[in-house]
């Protein structure tokens, strides 16, 4: 159980186009997911909490405008890189939390993540 | 402010030799804190974690001790697998602001047969 997906695995695009990455709990409802970054060699960076039916929370630094989040199940949220850039590549991860399992609230499953490249 | 810092890698190995990857934090408070492992292609999966000072996280032959005096959370394994090869991160994880995690960079191991 506790099992979390993500797709794409993998997008190339163009500059400034826009990318939609769907982030799934196919076994639990998660009324908070979070959205990180990888880059290479290098460690996750949150970039935004995600609580199903309100606004995500964005870490300092992160363009709210730029990495739309959008969280509207309890097992579905979205992260959308608009007009993406080549800076933009990198690994995109989310994690989820199942509060009705009975676990330490740290507590986390995450996705396989997606890499995303921007030509 | 909170943070953790993680030996580099990559860490290459012979099978069975013994495995020791530091870990150090830096936290205002008492984090929780966890080795994660990524084998390649997939998600981070938690490997063991430690809630307070001195307790022992094993799981798969690997194991760490939560030390409060030296801010530390070593990963240690008695033999390595090839199987083991992996991605391997330390992270903590505090009671503020929802429980947010902060992971160090990441060690990769090579295990070689």
């Known amino acids: 159980g506790a099992v979390v997906s993500q797709h794409p695995s993998r997008v190339i695009c163009k500059s400034g186009t826009s990318v939609k990455i769907e982030c799934r709990s196919l076994?639990?409802?998660?009324?908070?997911m979070f959205w990180y970054r990888q880059f290479p060699k290098q460690s996750l960076m949150l970039m935004a909490t995600s609580n199903e039916g309100s606004k995500a929370t964005y870490e300092q630094g992160v363009e709210k405008d730029k990495f739309l989040i959008n969280h509207a199940s309890l097992t579905l949220s979205t992260l959308t890189v608009t007009s993406a850039h080549p800076e933009d590549s990198s690994f995109y991860i989310c994690s989820a939390r199942d509060p009705l399992r009975g676990e330490p609230q740290e507590t986390q499953y995450f996705g396989p993540g997606t890499r995303l490249l921007v030509l | 402010g909170n943070s953790v810092t993680q030996m580099e890698g990559p860490v290459t190995l012979s099978e069975e030799a013994f495995l020791t990857i530091n870990c150090t934090y830096t936290a205002t408070g008492y984090p929780s804190l966890f080795w994660y492992v990524q084998y390649p292609g997939e998600g981070l999966q938690l490997l063991l974690k430690a809630t307070k000072a001195d307790d022992k996280g094993s799981n798969k032959g690997f194991e760490a001790t939560y030390r409060k005096e030296t801010t530390s959370f070593h990963l240690e394994k008695g033999s390595v697998q090839v199987s083991d090869s992996a991605v391997y991160f330390c992270a903590l994880s505090l009671n503020t602001g929802g429980f947010k995690t902060i992971f160090g960079a990441g060690t990769r191991l090579f295990v070689k047969a």
């Open positions: 076994d639990f409802q998660a009324t908070t």
